[in-house]
C-alpha cells in the first residue's frame, strides 16, 4: 500500500475475488557478458502459492530455451528451493547453468530486487491480489522499454560492475 484516500477515522480497504492466499513470481535478469549493446534480458514466471523445487526447473526448462544455448551464470538467493536436493540433482545434469549463491541475507546484491522495487512503487502499487500478474505483465514490458533500467539494477546491486549474470529472485 503507497497512498490511499477514505473518509477521516474509516480505514481503506482493498476488495478481491482471488482465492490465492499467496502468489509467487520468479524472474530472471540477463545480460550479455561480452556485448553490452544486445540489452538486458528479462523474464517472469507469476504462479498460484509459492515456488519449490519442482515448478522452479519448469520455469529453468523455459529459460533454458530462452538462452538458446547460451552459457548462463545464475547468482541466486537463499530461497529453500534454489538449493534443494532435487535443484541440486538437476542442475547437476545440466551442462549450461552455472550456479552461484549469494551471501545470506544479502538482498542488497541481488539485482532481481530492484525489479520487484520497480514495479511496486508503479504497477503493483495499492493493487488487490486479483489483478497482481495483469499488472506485473503490464510492468515487465515499461522496464524492458528502458535500455538503462535493467542495467541500472546491475550496477547498484552489483556495485558498478557489468558482468553478465542471470539473477533468479
Known sequence: MRRAYAPRGRTPTLRHRLNWKRAGMAAALGYHA?????????????????YD?????????????????EPVV????????????GMRTWTAEQDWP???RLP?????????EG????????ELANLARDHLADATERGIP???????LPWAFLTHY???????????G
Open 98 to 100: 552455472t550456479l552461484e
Open 115 to 122: 525489479l520487484w522495487s520497480a514495479l511496486t512503487t508503479r
Open 158 to 168: 552489483r556495485g558498478g560492475s557489468t558482468v553478465a549474470r542471470a539473477s533468479w
Open 53 to 69: 523445487t519442482t515448478p522452479l526447473i519448469e520455469v529453468l526448462e523455459q529459460a533454458k530455451t530462452f538462452y538458446a544455448g
Open 74 to 85: 545464475s547468482v541466486w538467493d537463499g530461497l529453500s528451493a534454489h538449493w534443494s536436493r
Open 142 to 148: 515499461r522496464v524492458c522499454s528502458s535500455e538503462q
Open 34 to 50: 561480452t556485448d553490452g549493446g544486445r540489452g538486458s534480458r528479462l523474464c517472469f514466471h507469476p504462479r498460484p502459492g509459492s
Open 104 to 112: 545470506a541475507h544479502a538482498p542488497e546484491l541481488n539485482p532481481v
